[in-house]
């Protein structure tokens, strides 16, 4: 097994005391896609419903998967185990943890009835909830993470380079949101990190507005808030610009967020808690004729989920930031009924402070 890949498994463990001969990782699928079964086996591709995988303390793991997976699968290192039926998948489970007493669990990634499933099933073991573990874990991503994060952006920053080009008087912002998740596909992503926000005027004062059939007409803010998903992992960013001529206020609230934006970069250093991150930026605009309009975080963690969890650039979070935790900063300004500006780029915390993963211009760039 790869080293790297041998240290994520142990970093799990390491994150909790319980007394545990094994993690239990169950991917049902479409209704709840567990992310962790990724995380302990390093697979990219592939649904792997229905699947399971089991790691060891000492950074071993037995895999399961269907007959579906089972060339995929092949990509993972681990004992390769081939299901045909639930029934197999059984007795094979059983072959591997039936003379176990201590399994840890993600709660929070497994359905109810499938827990009460293996609880009927294996009556011998003691399962322990290992959620908080997995976030802990995955809150350090290790190199490869980190290279495929950025890779990612790669993906993304080309996308918002296209973006100028892409607009056109009267189209809409579907046109503008198919647009640019083509080109994140043409430009290697296995598809849209989440579905992306490309909104016109008024409607980029509302975050999490995604697109609709409001046509694009001059003077209007363009807001694009999307991301690359990659090898399982996640880029998101938002770029803000103007058709056609700017007005003064729109310059003015631009350059507020920007200089927001630098003071939260500027404070990222490990060893502070996140929340100085995001009192930098709120600083900055609650000085300025907007004070009151920054209405969301400065950032969250990024990785195998958008929003990856553990840690976020909130007023209230006192999370020490740490080299390796990859996290969003995107102050905005809203005004409703007249438009909003938000710039989001992604960060990686290094011991001298941190390196941008995405790098796509940032000028307020007036498209006619």
């Known amino acids: 097994m790869k080293q790297y890949m041998k240290q994520r498994i142990q970093r799990v463990f390491n994150k909790t005391d319980l007394p545990l001969e094994g993690i239990l990782v169950k991917n049902e699928g479409e209704t709840v896609f567990e992310k962790n079964f990724f995380y302990l086996t390093g697979l990219t591709t592939g649904l792997y419903e229905g699947c399971i995988v089991i790691a060891y303390p000492d950074g ?105 080009s892409l607009i056109t008087i009267n189209m809409t912002e579907h046109d503008l949101a198919a647009g640019i998740n083509y080109h994140l596909q043409r430009y290697g992503a296995i598809a849209p990190a989440f579905d992306t926000i ?14 609709g059939t409001t046509q694009l007409k001059e003077g209007d803010f363009i807001l694009c808030d999307f991301g690359a ?33 630098y003071a939260a970069l500027e404070t990222i250093q490990p060893g502070i808690p996140a929340q100085q991150v995001h009192n930098a930026a709120v600083q900055v605009i609650d000085k300025s004729p907007y004070k009151g309009r920054f209405i969301h975080s400065t950032g969250h963690s990024l990785g195998l989920s958008v929003h990856d969890g553990g840690i976020g650039f909130t007023e209230t979070c006192e999370t020490l930031l740490q080299p390796g935790m990859v996290l969003t900063v995107e102050p905005g300004i809203y005004i409703p009924s007249v438009g909003g500006v938000r710039i989001e780029d992604d960060i990686v915390v290094t011991k001298e402070g941190y390196t941008s993963l995405s790098n796509a211009k940032k000028s307020f760039l007036e498209i006619s």
Do not use: W
């Not at 495929?148 to 973006?163: L, M, T, Y």
């Not at 909104?199 to 697109?211: D, E, I, K, V």
């Open 60 to 164: 071993s793991l037995d895999l399961f998967v269907s007959e579906l997976e089972a060339e995929l699968a092949k990509q993972a290192e681990g004992d390769l185990h081939i299901f045909r039926s639930r029934t197999e998948l059984q007795q094979q489970l059983q072959n591997a943890i039936g003379s176990l007493t201590h399994i840890g669990l993600n709660f929070s990634g497994l359905s109810h009835y499938e827990c009460q499933i293996l609880i009927k099933e294996h009556p011998q073991i003691t399962f322990y909830n290992v959620s908080n573990a997995f976030v802990q874990a995955r809150m350090i991503k290790d190199t490869e993470e980190i290279h495929a994060i950025k890779q990612a952006c790669i993906i993304s920053d080309r996308v918002a380079e296209k973006i100028p």
């Open 198 to 211: 490309s909104s016109f005027g008024a409607h980029t004062s509302q975050p999490h507005y995604t697109h």
């Open 229 to 261: 998903k990659l090898n399982q992992y996640h880029s998101d960013i938002t770029r803000t610009f103007v058709y056609q001529k700017k007005t003064l206020q729109q310059q003015e609230i631009y350059e507020i967020v920007q200089q927001a934006q």
